[in-house]
């Protein structure tokens, strides 16, 4: 069987244009407005089936959020959670259905090499039903909905440790499928 890599860490310049540019691409789209990625975060490409970069997501640790993502969820955060922001999921729209799931996937391994118990994140309503309902990825709406960068989202808690130390349940066969399809790589 030969393995296919479903996501890249960015790690050159071209990697970040391109991330950039597939990011802004949807997010104008979409009406939101561009940001750029964070001094600290760790940024990944989401690549198709012909290793083209079609996505991106991006992590950042709970403490070098923005002093706005701090503020949202510091009262709902307790001490025995390691946290990290997830933020940039963005995937062009030819690559829609497949790259969102190698995105949910990327969450999930990312979480559990990196030993974050739970990421937070202002979701989009259409992706935090999806999540819940289709990837059996617990997400928990903390606040009420904010209006942020152009767009209405939901202030939300996923708790990726759950998801991580139960992938073997058949509520995740989704994740075994593909996992038997690619070869992780997250640094």
């Not at 939901?154 to 075994?176: C, G, M």
């Amino acid at each position: 069987m030969e393995w296919s890599i479903m996501y890249k860490l960015v790690d050159s310049v071209e990697s970040l244009a391109s991330f950039h540019q597939i990011k802004e691409s949807v997010w104008t789209s979409m009406g939101f407005e561009m940001e750029y990625v964070k001094n600290g975060s760790d940024a990944y490409l989401l690549l198709s089936e012909d290793d083209e970069a079609g996505g991106t997501f991006e992590f950042t640790p709970h403490e070098k959020s923005s002093a706005f993502l701090r503020d949202l969820f510091q009262d709902v955060l307790s001490a025995d959670m390691k946290v990290v922001e997830v933020d940039s999921f963005a995937v062009l729209p030819k690559y829609r259905g497949k790259l969102g799931r190698w995105g949910v996937a990327l969450m999930i391994d990312y979480a559990e090499k990196h030993g974050y118990t739970h990421a937070v994140g202002l979701a989009d309503p259409a992706f935090f039903q999806l999540i819940n309902t289709k990837y059996n990825v617990k997400a928990t709406q903390v606040k009420d909905m904010v209006y942020y960068k152009g767009a209405n989202a939901i202030p939300t808690i996923f708790h990726l440790q759950e998801a991580y130390t139960s992938k073997d349940h058949p509520a995740f066969s989704w994740y075994q499928t593909l996992c038997k399809q690619i070869k992780v790589e997250v640094s």
